[in-house]
């Protein structure tokens, strides 16, 4: 700092240490914040109120949300799952790059809350999902039923 009678000036050497550099982190973990594209009614509210859900939980090992993952969301105050069907971190070849963060609301058993999503999805959702719903027993299928356009 460089100090004259009666200011303060600052170097530039003192300023480039108060300025973040660094990129922002777009992996979807925990407290990430997320954009309900469904037409669910605790969905259109959170997001015309301003307050979008907060990822609590990624249901896989790594912890980091991959389209096709369910993660746990609070929202309005109450917990609900939900399928991501958008990342705006970077992804595996043929998988398109969104440029928000996009969930689907559903219910425990897999059926969506909503009965429209506004947003495209992409094309290789539907056989990650297909893979799941065999796996775990949970209907999946519905959520591409709902869906009126594909990437």
């Known amino acids: 700092m460089l100090r004259n009678s009666t200011t303060v000036l600052f170097a530039p050497t003192n300023l480039a240490r108060t300025i973040h550099t660094t990129a922002a982190c777009n992996e979807i973990r925990k407290l990430a914040r997320l954009r ?3 037409n669910s009614e605790i969905g259109k509210r959170a997001m015309a109120e301003g307050k979008p859900p907060k990822c609590i939980h990624v249901y896989n090992k790594q912890s980091v949300g991959m389209i096709g993952d369910k993660v746990l969301v609070a929202i309005k105050g109450q917990k609900k799952k939900g399928i991501l069907v958008g990342c705006k971190q970077f992804q595996k070849p043929k998988i398109p ?3 928000s963060n996009n969930l689907v609301l559903i219910d425990d058993n897999g059926t ?13 959702l539907r056989t990650i999902l297909k893979e799941k719903t065999q796996a775990k027993g949970a209907d999946y299928t519905k959520l591409l039923g709902i ?3 594909f990437v």
């Open 97 to 99: 790059k969104f440029d």
């Open 36 to 38: 309900v594209v469904d």
């Open 112 to 124: 969506p809350l909503g009965t429209r999503i506004h947003v495209p999805i992409p094309t290789i």
């Open 147 to 149: 869906a009126s356009r």
